[in-house]
């Protein structure tokens, strides 16, 4: 069976490459519809992206580590994983993301389309033309990708920090965290790994997103039950752990929610993940991330949380491979 990219030679390229011309953007537009065999493949060698824009790497287990080739990074703390080495991070900048993200990430592109092109062009990879007669959609204004300022990358730093050595020092708040949310100590320190982690501010936990850093107020008397501190979710909680060859994702409403599942040992044969999204909330343009992918709802059963379920399935409709509903989240049954 034939390879779904043709490759033709192209010059090694170093350094952070040049913005995409007009007429590469344009070209963006037209492949904006690719077949997804073809960006899987181009997201397979994230790698060889990473190479060609300076970034070395070197293997450590499973995992391929460098210098972030955004912030000052001292001490490598930039990883490639995941199955086919097809996601990447960096802790303390926040970022977790695919091969299309990190052009993006890097100022190379602002758009989807444009991501696409810039990573084909930096690989020498051709990609199939438009078909005839197609009309080309008018491109349109994107808005700047959001990313966090230092200042607020160092908030959410500090702040997953100071649950770690919180957790290793054995201090009481890890415990009384534990014992509020009905969790022992194991689960918080799974939970604690990964671009989406835990942290503590202002006295209590926090839950760390790759680019927000949401805090939980302990009492539910309280005005305020969530706030967030810096940033915002631009995907689920904890989406990094859905991975190719995960098959079955739960999604519950609200973090704590996933916890209970990991305490449950929902993950523990490796071929589900448990997400969270930020209370009932749901953007369209994360359906996506489920593609393929048997998606359980976990949502509460009261009058918003049904609300939510039925338009959470209908966004995933023609993405998820199966969507049910479970009527007994842990949160409230």
């Not at 908030?155 to 949310?181: K, M, N, Q, W, Y």
Request: proline share 7%.
């Amino acid at each position: 069976m034939s390879h779904p990219l043709e490759t033709r030679e192209a010059a090694p390229r170093q350094g952070k490459a040049a913005p995409l011309t007009k007429s590469l953007q344009q070209s963006a537009i037209s492949h904006a519809r690719l077949q997804p065999e073809i960006l899987d493949a181009l997201r397979h060698r994230l790698p060889d992206y990473l190479a060609a824009s300076g970034v070395d790497l070197r293997r450590n287990g499973t995992r391929l580590v460098g210098r972030c080739p955004v912030h000052d990074d001292r001490a490598p703390s930039f990883a490639v994983f995941g199955t086919h080495h097809e996601t990447c991070g960096c802790y303390p900048c926040g970022f977790s993301g695919d091969v299309f993200e990190v052009s993006k990430w890097l100022g190379r592109s602002l758009t989807f389309p444009e991501a696409v092109t810039d990573v084909a062009a930096t690989l020498g990879v051709h990609l199939p033309q438009a078909t005839a007669g197609t009309t080309p959609r008018p491109a349109m204004l994107a808005a700047p990708p959001f990313v966090l300022s230092a200042a607020e990358r160092e908030t959410v730093h500090a702040a997953r920090l100071a649950f770690s050595d919180a957790f290793h020092a054995g201090e009481p708040i890890v415990d009384d965290i534990a014992a509020s949310l009905g969790l022992d100590r194991e689960t918080l320190r799974l939970a604690s790994w990964g671009s989406s982690g835990l942290g503590l501010a202002d006295g209590w936990l926090c839950y760390a997103y790759p680019q927000g850093l949401k805090w939980r107020n302990p009492d539910p008397s309280g005005k305020c039950r969530f706030r967030w501190i810096v940033g915002k979710a631009l995907a689920p909680w904890r989406m990094e752990w859905v991975k190719p060859d995960t098959r079955t994702v739960y999604v519950t409403e609200g973090e704590s929610d996933t916890l209970a599942l990991i305490a449950a040992g929902f993950e523990a044969d490796g071929t589900a993940a448990c997400v969270a999204s930020p209370g009932t909330s749901f953007p369209r343009d994360w359906a996506p991330l489920f593609r393929g992918k048997r998606v359980v709802l976990c949502f509460d059963t009261d009058q918003p949380g049904r609300t939510a379920t039925a338009t959470v399935a209908a966004i995933l409709k023609g993405h998820a491979a199966e969507i049910l509903t479970w009527k007994g989240t842990a949160g409230n049954e």
